[in-house]
């Protein structure tokens, strides 16, 4: 029985979630003033937090729209072939960057504004840990793989 399911339209679909999360972010931060004002008077949270917020978002959007358009220059590569090179451990370093930017963004925002971003910068310092070891296997290897292209 042929197996439906392979690698390539694993990398596909991942790329296409990708492309969606893309514009997702996209339009989230245009309609960031709405966003904001629903915020606060749906939390009842002070007016004053409203400015702060909606900063907090926009700097967040730039790291969110980086680390996509990343992450998918990185599925292009990986779905080309190209895994252990160079690139893809500089991506996997930015993306974690983008990471540790959004824990620092939304970490002050949790403990002073609204408790549930403290939650956001836990998950994204997590993450950040996460693609960081990936990164340290990708640079092993890619290490490895050029030890190996100068022996033969």
Known sequence: MKNLWDDRKSIT?????????????II????????????VTAHTLPTASGPV????????????????CTLYRFLRRIEQGEI????????LRSISWCCVGAAFICLPAGVFIYL???F???????????????K??????????DELDYTV
């Open 28 to 39: 989230m931060t245009v309609c960031g003033p709405r966003l904001v004002r629903w915020m």
């Open 84 to 91: 252990f090179v160079a690139r893809n451990v500089a991506a």
């Open 53 to 68: 917020l909606l900063g907090m978002g926009y700097l967040c959007a730039v790291l969110a729209l980086v680390m996509l």
């Open 13 to 25: 679909l991942t790329r296409i979630v990708v492309a969606l999360a893309i514009a997702g972010s």
């Open 136 to 145: 340290n296997a990708f640079e092993q290897a890619v290490r490895m793989k």
């Open 120 to 134: 956001l910068a836990v998950a994204a310092g997590f993450m950040a840990l996460i693609v960081r070891v990936l």
């Open 116 to 118: 549930p971003f403290a």
